[in-house]
């Protein structure tokens, strides 16, 4: 065993199962600390994130002192500044394993010079994925960009692949600390407390996940094909979060599907989801550009327009269309926003309102607990249409359809938008079709359309033409 001091570098991996980094650092030493690095200006705009950020850290810290290992917590402004100075220390080996986005994997690549120019032992391991970035590749060498062919190869190639030994973390003989100014995880937490609501619906935490995942495929995976598009009903695994922040790791999602009981066509579909996600973090990772501006060039020239007046009604879920103010709450209230849901009301900000899809982007990252770079700004620009294998331009959802086929009595949108309780289901998607009577009043109780469907379809087509 090594004298020296494991630091293990904490980012998207709270947990003790595959956790490869960590494991390596418990084999070689007899002292380990893992440090987490807390920067503001990445929490800056992700609001709802803190709060599952700062229950991670409580849960985590937890269950490493069961190991004797010590969780430190370190504000910085700046990932460069403060690894410089560490590496001035000369008793530490350093162990990461790798964040997908490209900022991390260059700030990798920085790191790497570094640590092997001054002599300083370290090891990076593989993220939260089932093939590294660059392993999946058109025969030509270049990435792919629409997603079956994709999938196809990337599922062939993790199959074939000869499984690496399982590394165990081991249990420490004593406890150490290593940082001075460690801050209490509950320093993150969001200002207001608009989170009160997410501690009733989640629990952050190793545990709950793979409880979640097991709880999943024994009752629902089955159904999962048919009963992911319903909203009114738990048909999801609601596993997002905890992937993101690597709570569970997709290998041990693909173990447990591939060993469940029953082989069902909803195991596949389900897998197929996660492939979107290796998918969306290959596009952009090959293709950076997407991260702030349109993956296809020739929507630079869309005519959106500025319309602070809808974005906020838009943002409040009160738009006028049931199934798209539903979602909106849901995702205030929760954290969370049924897959289905976010296809129809980003549909909406985009085609109705023909607001720009990065307002949409950047207010689903402040809300939702599963905001992940490559899977929010691909599925906005899925929508929106300029996106990589996105959906074509004249796909414009049709909020009232997409609200009678998905939640036909209308109970999703009863338990969100409850001023609508009393309206029949004949009208719960379209209200304004309502005859007043004396205790709904449209406009009074519920807000009158902001566009009509059919003009705003029109309009949408028109400025689609321009490009």
């Known amino acids: 065993m090594s004298k020296k001091i494991g630091l293990f570098w904490l980012r998207d991996d709270f947990r003790i199962t595959k956790n490869n980094g960590l494991a390596e650092a418990t084999k070689n030493h007899d002292q380990v600390v893992v440090f987490y690095l807390y920067k503001n200006s990445i929490y800056k705009n992700q609001e709802a994130q803190k709060w599952w950020l700062s229950k991670s850290l409580i849960n985590f810290q937890k269950k490493l002192n069961e190991y004797n290992i010590s969780l430190e917590i370190l504000k910085t402004d700046s990932f460069k500044t403060f690894f410089d100075k560490l590496i001035k220390q000369k008793n530490i080996s350093i162990y990461w394993n790798k964040v997908y986005e490209p900022d991390y994997l260059k700030f990798d690549e920085y790191l790497l010079k570094n640590l092997t120019t001054i002599n300083i032992p370290f090891k990076v391991f593989k993220g939260n994925i089932l093939n590294e970035i660059d392993e999946i590749k058109k025969s030509d060498g270049t990435p792919f960009k629409v997603f079956t062919p994709f999938w196809r190869n990337a599922e062939k190639y993790y199959i074939e692949k000869i499984p690496s030994k399982e590394k165990i973390i081991k249990k ?27 501690e009733k619906i989640w629990s952050p935490s190793e545990e709950s996940a793979f409880e979640e995942l097991q709880n999943f495929i024994k009752n629902r995976i089955v159904n999962y094909s048919d009963s992911r598009n319903f909203p009114n009903i738990v048909g999801t695994s609601k596993l997002s979060p905890f992937i993101k922040f690597g709570q569970l790791h997709v290998e041990t999602i693909w173990k447990e599907c591939i060993n469940a009981k029953k082989k069902t066509i909803g195991i596949s579909k389900f897998l197929t989801e996660i492939g979107w996600r290796e ?189």
Not at 172 to 198: E, G
């Open 279 to 467: 998918f969306n973090h290959t596009l952009i990772n090959h293709f950076p550009h997407m991260l702030k501006n349109n993956y296809s060039k020739k929507f630079d020239k869309f005519p959106w327009e500025k319309n602070a007046k809808f974005l906020s009604a838009w943002k409040k879920g009160l738009t006028g269309y049931p199934i798209v103010d539903a979602g909106m709450r849901e995702l205030y209230s929760t954290g969370w926003m049924h897959n289905r849901v976010r296809m129809i009301v980003g549909s909406f900000l985009v085609k109705h309102l023909l607001i720009n899809w990065k307002e949409g982007e950047k207010y689903f990252k402040n809300c939702l607990l599963d905001y992940s770079e490559a899977s929010n700004v691909a599925g906005w620009q899925w929508v929106a249409g300029s996106g990589a294998d996105a959906a074509p331009y004249f796909r414009i959802f049709n909020p009232i359809l997409q609200g009678e086929k998905f939640d036909k009595e209308g109970e999703y949108v009863k338990k969100w938008v409850p001023e609508l309780k009393n309206v029949s289901k004949k009208f719960i998607h379209k209200p304004w079709e309502l005859k007043d009577d004396k205790d709904f009043k449209l406009g009074r109780d519920y807000p009158l359309p902001l566009v009509k469907h059919e003009e705003a379809r029109k309009k949408a087509l028109n400025a689609f033409k321009k490009i």
């Open 172 to 198: 420490l003989l004593r406890k150490t600390s290593y940082f001075q100014s460690s801050i209490d995880p509950r320093q993150i937490l969001p200002k207001n407390n608009w989170f009160k609501n997410f």
